[in-house]
């Protein structure tokens, strides 16, 4: 403690009872006299040892100092003197949590549940606990109770609003938010949850809104900045969001959050080189952030550690981006970093480090999507010829096993709940770039190298001969919706329509599964196909004249295939597509057709379809 909890005598209340002492500590704590307070505080201790009251007192002081160890000290000597009081238990939580140790303040809210289970204040308590501990939805159920037994309870509103964001639950986020607004409109932090979770529903405008009306109450808080600079830039105005964020690492350039928050906008608008320049400087100030414990060592909280691999993998696609792949892919190689898998740990045996496996059993893990799984299995050829494994063992997904089926150099397949066999080492498909080195003048971009049988190209095939004459091309035009980005790359089909106009096409539907109810509602000449799985849409991608499509697996699958595609991009770019270049250098057939301004589809939709006309007729 900052004072020893022995008491020293003050004479001058020696003949004063409890109740006066205690109305006197009262007093002085009103008047903001909290020397005062402590020191009666600690008489009533000396004089009354075997009481609370003196403890919890002191307790509650050191708590608004944010005295934490002191005040978890004074909790546990008032519950150890009454044990059966609720609120002792519950005010020990709240320290203990204010402290950061979260088991033991689940354990000491959950104690003063089994007193006083309709207590509010201990039920948000333990919600905290549980949300310092990860567990969210056991605390969302805790902030529930909370809010049942004290319906005006607007902290526990305001906490049930945020792990209910947490979860992506944003429509009961926004329902809680605005609960909490109802009981008290100038809380800033009401008006920034609600933002969040308009934010979260892509309702920008509302979101816009609420942000503003949350800086209205603080107009300085950096996190507000932060959240609105992000919602300027979802909104497709990222210019208003550059100048905001400027402004805000100005005002604090210690803020590592701030030029993260920059980096990602004007790397959104292509500024790659400044992008990089900001992200540097949040982890400049995450390191800064540190604690020295020696010479030249720095030790980091685990919560900025979380933070700095985000910043360090936000700096990773910004150079992959760039086409700086001899420090993209070294940095690549640490992208797991952080974020919720320990592949180590999972498969038991050491990662492939470029060494030669003669006589080995190599597991090659797809750990990522479709569409990169299709991008990076051409590096399996260069793996097998360089490491000269004995055996290879894809792991992978049932769409993936049944497409790579005939894949050279695959022996067998684990898919997800198989047991694994037993293996000398293990690598991540999409850690063979970093391994071999690649630049973009030795990207392997031979074409094509997925396997498609025969016999299935044939049906497929036939199927088209019954289509009436024209060209015949697949569209898709939406990718996978839980991808966070997705509403930057798929595509309103209706900003599509000026392709139909062009005459001698017959349309063919590659999309599957989100995104195909938007035929029928535009009433749009595209083939259905039926619902065919991955292996049979490859081979009728194989059998096509033209592939347009949206960022998605079809891109890819189409490229590997190496029939011609042509890729519509949003003008934030994306790394495996690079920027400034209707080409790619992973594809030889594929021409990509970009945004020139960020959520602006028209445009595009216009250019491919003056492009599309003059091919058609050549």
């Known amino acids: 403690m900052n004072k020893p909890l022995s008491i020293a005598p003050h004479r001058q209340h020696e003949r004063t009872d409890l109740p006066v002492l205690a109305a006197l500590a009262r007093e002085h ?268 060592r720095i030790e980091i909280t685990p919560e900025t550690m979380a933070t700095l691999h985000k910043v360090r993998y936000n700096r990773t696609m910004n150079y992959l981006k760039q086409g700086d792949f001899a420090q993209g892919w070294t940095e690549y190689f640490h992208r797991w970093n952080g974020r919720g898998r320990d592949f180590d740990r999972e498969f038991g045996i050491p990662r492939w480090q470029g060494e030669t496996l003669d006589d080995q059993h190599l597991l090659v893990v797809t750990e990522q999507g479709l569409g990169d799984t299709l991008q990076f299995i051409r590096y399996l050829d260069l793996l097998i010829k360089h490491a000269r494994p004995a055996r290879v063992t894809l792991v992978t997904t049932p769409p993936l096993a049944k497409l790579l089926a005939d894949y050279p150099g695959i022996d067998q397949f684990i898919l997800p709940g198989q047991q694994l066999l037993p293996a000398q080492h293990y690598t991540l498909l999409m850690d063979l770039p970093y391994w071999f080195q690649t630049r973009l003048d030795t990207i392997p971009a031979h074409v094509p190298y997925l396997p498609i049988s025969h016999k299935l190209r044939q049906t497929w095939r036939q199927i088209l001969d019954r289509l009436p004459p024209g060209r015949r091309i697949g569209i898709a035009w939406q990718g996978n919706p839980e991808f966070g980005q997705d509403y930057l790359r798929s595509i309103p089909l209706a900003r599509l329509a000026p392709l139909f106009e062009v005459p001698g096409i017959q349309w063919v539907q590659l999309q599957r599964n989100a995104g195909v109810e938007q035929i029928a509602e535009l009433d749009l000449p595209i083939q259905d196909m039926g619902d065919a799985n991955l292996v049979e849409t490859a081979a009728l991608v194989a059998g096509l004249d033209l592939i347009i499509t949206s960022d998605s697996m079809i891109a890819h699958l189409a490229g590997a295939l190496g029939r011609p595609v042509w890729v519509l991009l949003s003008a934030k770019g994306e790394w495996r597509f690079l920027v400034d270049r209707d080409d790619s250098p992973w594809y030889p057939t594929m021409r990509l057709f970009r945004q020139t301004r960020l959520g602006d589809w028209a445009t595009v939709a216009e250019r491919v379809r003056a492009t599309l006309a003059a091919w058609v007729l050549s």
């Open 29 to 296: 704590l009103q008047a903001g006299d909290r020397t005062g307070a402590e020191s009666i505080f600690r008489e009533v201790m000396r004089r009354w040892p075997d009481l609370a009251l003196g403890y919890d007192g002191l307790g509650q002081l050191c708590l608004s100092a944010q005295r934490y160890p002191d005040a978890v000290a004074c909790f546990r000597n008032a519950v150890a003197r009454e044990p059966d009081t609720a609120a002792h238990h519950n005010n020990l939580s709240l320290a203990l949590y204010r402290q950061g140790d979260y088991p033991a303040a689940e354990q000491a809210g959950r104690a003063a549940l089994r007193l006083n289970p309709v207590y509010p204040e201990a039920w948000n308590n333990l919600g905290n606990a549980l949300f310092g501990r990860q567990e969210s939805a056991f605390a969302r159920a805790a902030y529930r109770e909370a809010v049942h037994h004290r319906p005006g309870y607007v902290k526990a509103w305001l906490n049930l609003a945020r792990v209910e964001i947490l979860l992506n639950n944003n429509i009961a986020a926004r329902r809680a938010a605005r609960h909490a607004l109802r009981l008290t409109s100038e809380s800033a932090l009401g008006w920034q949850l609600l933002a969040q979770a308009e934010q979260g529903l892509r309702h920008y405008p509302e979101a816009l809104a609420a942000v503003d009306e949350a800086l209205c109450r603080s107009p300085e808080t950096v996190d507000l900045l932060i959240l609105k600079g992000g919602l300027l830039r979802d909104a497709f105005q990222p210019e208003a969001a550059i100048t905001l964020l400027d402004r805000a690492t100005r005002q604090n350039p210690e803020n590592s959050q701030t030029w993260n928050e920059l980096g990602l906008t004007l790397d959104a608008v292509n500024r790659l080189p400044e992008a990089a320049a900001a992200f540097d400087q949040a982890i400049a100030a995450l390191a800064a952030d540190g604690r020295q414990t020696g010479e030249n």
